[in-house]
């Protein structure tokens, strides 16, 4: 039986009267909906208003009691699940609530704000894939103007050069359309050009200080280039708005890691875990921010926690082993095994768990499947990489062509004068964190991380704005005079003063690459201290064919690559000795494990610093150190690891024939 024309009249108006308080005075929005409920049980649009008047009102558990039953007596609603998940997020139940936006986005694609907040809750989870093509989507369908529509559909279906020339000619006629700045720049962080997207998002926020979107997207396209302090300070702003938004929070505690700042980083995944216990990689971010501040039991914990969730995550397994001194248990190998012979498991979980049962079966002898497992994890790594043995052979060719003599001498007394920085230069797995953790030791010195800001420095320079461009580098630096060198050096340290937390004169950059810069670290900072750490070739280019980098070098995945690297590697330097006498100072990772105080003694000398006893009590430091041997350095130099690299010695022939005479020639090999 139909209701009367006044009676649906009334409830029109009622309902209306508490869709209009929901945006001006939720408790009195709930008393409305409560009021028609009482009148017409079960009515789904003032369900709907309850839940929401709950919600708001702070008490998503009040809400999502009226919400879920609402979402499945009308599964087809996407209102009802949309603010279902919203519910379900307010109350910490981050997978619940993926769940619900999802069916809400899957019933109506237009829903842009469910598509932010599903992309918010993937960060969480760590799906960077998911939550891309989230944000993407959020940006397709957050555009009303019908001038945008073409281009941002064009950007979600990854069309990147139609979206870009229709949205630059859209911008010639409305250049202050912040949705078209924010779609442009996307375009630019897709091609990897994070400038030109950061200069888009900066003038995006000019115009509109409260687009959170844009502000959001900024602080990832900062992060993207290293630029961590002023990406933080967007976070800060984002937190301020929205203090419990998950993706905010993930980010924050990630750029506060990687900032050194270890207390906050840990202070806010142990806040994100008290609200989503159930996350995973949430407990793997934990655990690695954990191992970096030397907590070691505690890492341990959170990544065995980890595991309890997910046994199928792959690099949790690779995470424990990279630890060094922890050692698998037999259930924890037999584990690995079952989960690697899923048929299911995905190609980035799989090399992990190669990884990780290579180091396994090394630690229990079994050296020749450990070596096939290494093996497996490199040949599925190397796959996705563009790595170019003769691309790399070609630049130090061109770097040893320009940097001469001559050169050199026509620039003298160029760069700023800081003495301050002290670089540790060489290849991964060589010592160089052991060097670190001695000089740290001495009350002059403060050791940092791996630090970016040469390389970004160099590939700015160099004119690359995407991968596979051609560079001007080292070209560039020819055409550099004196002001600019001044000004560059300057730069460097500007940018990484950030990283100076105890106020020490001087501090170590241990980015092991910086090889390759050791021309340009000379031109803008001519008294900064460059050592060069070498470890005997098979057993270094071993140690690291056997390591899963988190990022960057590309060339450690194939054995002849890496020969090939290492080669290079020692050519450059030693044209560096020859052009610049004395320049760089050699520590022979041997030569220090067999005479450590004469050895270290040396290096101090070099760095015009004092001897100091706590150098040799380099273990008792307690600093961060975010490298695959942060656990290594924490105990006394040991000589087990030195011939490690002869147990494979059966199948390192392809290292050995890349390396040639290099080999025979250590450690006084030179070209």
Known sequence: MSSP??????????????????????????????????????????????????????????????????????????????????????????????????????????????????????????????????????IRHSTRDPRLLEPAAALCDGRIPVAEALLREHLRQHPTDVAAIRMLAEVGARLGRYGDAEKLLR???????????ARHNLAVVLQKQAKLEAALAEVDLLLAADAHNPGYRNLAASMAARLGDMPRAIGIYGEVLRDYPRQPKIWMSYGHTLKTAGKLDDSIAAYRRSLELAPHLGEVWWSLANLKTF??????????????????????????????????????????????????????????????????????????????????????????????????????????????????????????????????LARELGGAKMRGESSRYPEVLADLDAEQCLQLGERYLAQTRIQRKGGAPFFIDK????????????????????ID????????????????????????????????????????????????????????????????????????????????????RFYENDRAVRTASSEQVRRPIYRDGIDQWRHFEPWLDPLRRTLGPIVEAYPDAQS
Not at 96 to 116: N, Q, S
Not at 444 to 452: A, D, I, S, W
Request: charged residues 25%; negative net charge.
């Open 5 to 138: 024309p006044e009676q649906v009249g009334t409830l029109d108006v009622a309902l209306a009267h508490a869709a209009h308080l929901l945006g001006t005075d939720p408790r009195l929005a709930a008393e409305q909906s409560t009021e028609i409920l009482a009148a017409v049980p079960g009515h789904p649009v003032a369900l709907l208003m309850l839940g929401t008047a709950n919600r708001l009102q702070g008490d998503p558990v009040a809400a999502i009691e009226v919400l879920e039953p609402l979402a499945r007596a009308q599964p087809n609603w996407a209102a009802a699940h949309f603010e279902l998940g919203l519910a379900l997020g307010r109350a910490r139940r981050g997978d619940d609530a993926i769940v619900a936006l999802r069916r809400a986005v899957t019933l109506k694609p237009d829903l842009p704000d469910a598509w932010r907040i599903l992309g918010d809750f993937l960060t969480l989870l760590g799906d960077v894939e998911s939550a891309d093509e989230a944000y993407a989507r959020h």
């Open 203 to 213: 003038r995006c926020l000019e115009l509109a200080p409260g687009f959170l979107a």
């Open 327 to 456: 050692r698998f248990t037999a259930g924890d190998v037999a584990t690995m095994r079952r989960q690697l012979a899923r048929e299911d498991l995905g190609e980035e979980d799989r090399l992990h768990f190669n990884f990780a049962l290579g180091k396994a079966l090394e630690d229990a002898a079994d050296y020749e499947a450990s070596f096939h497992h290494y093996d497996v994890g490199n040949r599925l790594r190397r796959k996705a990489l563009a790595w170019s043995a003769e691309d790399h052979a070609d630049q130090v060719r061109r770097s040893k062509a320009l940097l001469t003599p001559a050169f050199f001498a026509a620039r003298a007394g160029w760069g700023s004068p800081a003495r301050d920085p002290i670089f540790i230069v060489g290849l991964p797995r060589s010592g160089s964190t052991l060097l670190e953790q001695i000089l740290s030791s001495h009350s002059q010195v403060e050791g940092t991380m791996e630090l970016p800001d040469m390389i970004q």
């Open 511 to 530: 980015m092991p690459n910086n090889f390759a810069h050791a021309g340009l670290i000379h031109l803008l900072l001519p008294n900064a201290k460059i």
């Open 533 to 616: 750490a070498r470890r005997h070739p098979l057993g270094c280019c071993f140690s690291a064919f056997k390591q899963h980098f988190a990022r960057g070098q590309a060339f450690s995945y194939d054995l002849a690559d890496i020969g090939h690297y290492y080669r290079d590697y020692v050519e450059l330097m030693a044209h560096i000795d020859a052009v610049l006498p004395g320049r760089v100072h050699r520590v022979i990772y041997e030569h220090m494990v067999d005479d450590t105080e004469a050895q270290v003694r040396r290096l101090l000398d070099y760095c015009g610093l004092p001897f100091e006893a706590g150098c040799l």
